[in-house]
């Protein structure tokens, strides 16, 4: 396809397509952020042009589904995990994906925290293996596609609590796939060690109302053993979450990045930039209600940072960047406004 543009300033596709997303379960943000976009550039389709969302993981999946040709637009959260998937470095293991390539991602600002119980006699990450029989761990199973084991047991074997061995040593490990089952059961006893994220979630909120927190450090070789990768760590301020009365330094989690190859067609790659860019406000504006500090998608989205991706951007997504730069986001017909 070759790309046109019709007043003046709009690209619409020339052909019909038929677009498919790998987003997540179905009910969380990377469906939100697949469902605007499918709506936004079905509108700047030609009759005939189909769209579908299909549920995902936001890890290796969305990946895979690319390198299969399964997926056109696939979503990865963390940001830093998009990398790693790029590189093929570190503990992902899989094949690098030198044909990937980013369309821009979505703020999305989280940490993976480490809570435990404040009776453990631990005040560090590494403490965990001289009290391994005490422990019931509950966070994501590291099973070669979720982000969050994968990283919450890579953080674990760098503090020298290698998970193999606490299981040896009598810790039980209880894995669920998305965060909120485990902040429950750490909340009402379940488990005595939580590593998860998504703590901007009102349940972190309530992990201390039955019995009382520590948040533990991951210490300087975990921290520097994913820097080495190109994994960041943040900070979660104190007071952000129950009990934590100073500054934790943690392994950060942010950002959804949307990827796809390097052989998008090029005018479908130039308009679904050009919509997330220029159509922002209606992804904004189903968040507004939540405050800044504690949206699970970050608004006011800035384009500047919008393409500051872990994956090379793709050749027509930075050219829609140059396209639209210094202007502003369409404001008339939108949804949740």
């Known amino acids: 396809m070759s790309a046109t543009v019709t007043r003046s300033t709009e690209p619409r596709l020339t052909s019909p397509v038929n677009l498919r997303f790998k987003a997540d379960w179905g009910q969380a943000n990377l469906t939100r952020i697949s469902g605007w976009l ?3 550039i079905g509108d700047r389709a030609p009759k005939g042009s189909q769209f579908s969302i299909h549920a995902g993981r936001g890890g290796v999946d969305a990946v895979d589904a690319l390198r299969s040709g399964d997926a056109d637009i696939a ?18 293991a899989t094949s690098p994906a030198p044909w990937l390539r980013a369309l821009g991602k979505i703020p999305h600002r989280d940490r993976l925290v480490v ?9 560090t990450v590494g403490d965990l293996a001289r009290h391994a029989a005490q422990l019931i761990i509950g966070t994501s199973a590291d099973d070669g596609v979720n982000a969050i084991g994968l ?12 998970p193999e ?8 490990f209880r894995y669920e796939e998305r965060p909120f089952p485990l902040v429950h059961a750490f909340a009402t006893g379940a488990i005595n060690v939580l590593i998860q994220e ?3 979630m009102p349940a972190w909120q309530r992990i201390a109302e039955q019995r009382e927190v520590r948040y533990l450090e991951w210490g300087d070789d975990v921290i520097d053993g ?18 934590l009365e100073r500054d934790l330094l943690t392994l950060d989690f942010a950002d959804f990045v949307l990827l796809c190859r390097e052989d998008l067609d090029d005018e479908v790659a130039y308009l679904a930039t050009w919509c997330m860019v220029k159509t922002r406000l209606a992804l904004e504006s189903q968040y507004q209600h939540i405050p800044a500090d504690h ?4 608004y006011p989205i800035n384009p500047d940072e919008m393409q500051n991706t872990p994956v090379p951007l793709h050749d027509s997504a930075q050219r829609a960047y140059l396209d639209v730069a210094g202007e502003g986001p369409l404001t008339d017909g939108l949804l949740w406004t």
């Open 38 to 40: 499918a709506q936004e």
């Open 75 to 92: 979503l990865v959260t963390p940001a830093a995990a998009a990398r790693l998937l790029w590189k093929g470095t570190g503990p992902a």
């Open 115 to 123: 809570a435990v119980a404040a009776e453990l006699p631990v005040h």
């Open 151 to 162: 990283a919450a047991h890579y953080g674990l074997k760098l503090a020298g609590a290698d």
């Open 165 to 172: 061995q606490l299981r040896r040593d009598g810790a039980h």
């Open 198 to 200: 998504a703590v901007m």
């Open 226 to 243: 994913f820097a080495s990768l190109g994994w960041p760590s943040a900070t979660v301020e104190a007071g952000y979450l129950p009990s």
């Open 295 to 298: 949206t699970p998608v970050g």
